[in-house]
């Protein structure tokens, strides 16, 4: 199991939201560059970063801080945030990035992801954002009809990567993260799923390692995404990513 931080980017700055509200964003950074070199420094395997103002419009906003980060990097980065589009998806890997995450497309258009897979095997995973069970889009502006499963098990087949998901209740929030939901997603798909929500601490990195599986199906949680914590510094992100490594 992976410790990723989080670098979500709003108008070229790093900041923080509490349960996707776009009006409730604390800054941390003015050069993600520096923030995501820092991370980096202290053991990162990978950096996850979202282009919040790219997820409400719907294309990419924030390209400017993302060359700044991969310019910062020797770690692979994944990125979310407006990519609904293959010519976008293009773009992106050529430009550095490792992985495109892919939310509300996924949600739209279930083919693209199929399409995309095909041509980028390995470089594709779909970010499920779950607010009561159901697919959020569009910045988390917009609640579905759709579980989270049911999206989840649309690309069982197809070559996604992995699945990452959220419960938008616990983002930003440091209540604890829905390992409950996670696990049960886990359980019922054959894809490795990455945990985001609400990690505030050392015992909830302990309590998602102690549900990890592998399930029977192959599912398993594999990796943890935190934010909030470590810029807030009630997590320590080295030493929960040391323990991580040590207890696999």
Not at 88 to 94: S, Y
Not at 149 to 167: N, Y
Not at 182 to 209: K, Q, W, Y
Request: hydrophobic share 45%.
């Amino acid at each position: 199991m992976i410790l990723i931080p989080a670098i979500d980017l709003k108008n070229g700055q790093c900041v923080r939201l509490f349960q996707g509200e776009m009006q409730q964003a604390t800054v941390y950074s003015d050069d993600p560059g520096a923030m995501a070199g820092h991370w980096q420094s202290l053991g990162a395997k990978r950096l996850h970063v979202v282009d919040l103002n790219g997820a409400f419009a719907g294309e990419p906003v924030n390209s400017k801080a993302v060359s700044a980060i991969l310019a910062a990097l020797t770690i692979p980065v994944q990125l979310g945030g407006g990519i609904r589009t293959l010519e976008t998806i293009r773009l992106w890997l050529e430009s550095g990035i490792h992985t495109a995450i892919l939310g509300t497309i996924a949600c739209r258009d279930p083919q693209l992801v199929k399409e995309a897979c095909r041509l980028y095997p390995g470089r594709i995973s779909v970010g499920i954002d779950a607010r009561d069970g159901h697919v959020a889009v569009e910045g988390w502006s917009t609640t579905t009809d759709i579980t989270a499963l049911d999206l989840a098990r649309r690309f069982e087949d197809v070559g996604v990567a992995e699945i990452i998901f959220t419960d938008i209740s616990r983002d930003g929030a440091l209540t604890g993260p829905n390992i409950p939901a996670t696990r049960a997603l886990a359980e019922a798909i054959s894809l490795p799923i990455i945990l985001s929500g609400g990690v505030s601490s050392l015992e909830d990195i302990h309590n998602a390692h102690a549900h990890a599986g592998p399930f029977a199906h192959g599912g398993r949680i594999s990796g943890i995404i935190t934010g909030k914590a470590i810029y807030d510094g009630r997590l320590d992100f080295q030493a929960a990513a040391r323990w991580l490594e040590t207890a696999d």
